[in-house]
C-alpha cells in the first residue's frame, strides 16, 4: 500500500520561498519515477518536476530555473524547492509516484498517464 504525505505548503508574498516534502511509503522508492504535479482551480492537473531511478530528473519549463527537485533515498523523502514564487505558482500541489523508471521528461510532461499513486496534496498560495 503505497502512502505519499506531502508537508511544507503554505502562503508566501510573491518572490518568496517555500521546500514541499513528501514522505514515501509502501512503494519501491528507489526503482521508479516520484515526481510533483500540481493544479490550479479550473485548470488541468500539471506535471512540474520528476526524478527517476534512471537517474535522470526534469523540471517543467514554466518553472525551470526557480525549482528544484531531489529526494533522499536512506529516508525516502522527495523535496520539491520553490524559489522566486509567482501568484501564478498558486496551487494544490501532489507528490506522485509512478509505474515507470524513467525518464524523467516523460513521466512529468505526458500529464498524468505514468502515476500510479498520489498524495493528498498540500496547497501553495502566492500574492
Known amino acids: 500500500h503505497v502512502q505519499l504525505v506531502e508537508s511544507g505548503g503554505g502562503s508566501v508574498q510573491e518572490g518568496g520561498s517555500l521546500r514541499l516534502s513528501c514522505e514515501v511509503s509502501g512503494y519501491r522508492y528507489s526503482s521508479y519515477c516520484v515526481g510533483w504535479f500540481r493544479q490550479a482551480p479550473g485548470k488541468e492537473r500539471e506535471g512540474v518536476a520528476g526524478?527517476?531511478?534512471?537517474?535522470?530528473?526534469y523540471v517543467a519549463e514554466s518553472v525551470k530555473g526557480r525549482f528544484t527537485i531531489s529526494r533522499d533515498n536512506a529516508k525516502n523523502i522527495l523535496y520539491l524547492q520553490m524559489s522566486d514564487l509567482e501568484p501564478e505558482d498558486s496551487a494544490m500541489y501532489y507528490c506522485a509516484a509512478g509505474g515507470i523508471s524513467g525518464p524523467a521528461i516523460s513521466f512529468v510532461s505526458a500529464g498524468t498517464r505514468w502515476v500510479t499513486s498520489w498524495g493528498q496534496g498540500t496547497q501553495v498560495t502566492v500574492s
Open positions: 526524478d527517476c531511478a534512471d537517474g535522470s530528473s
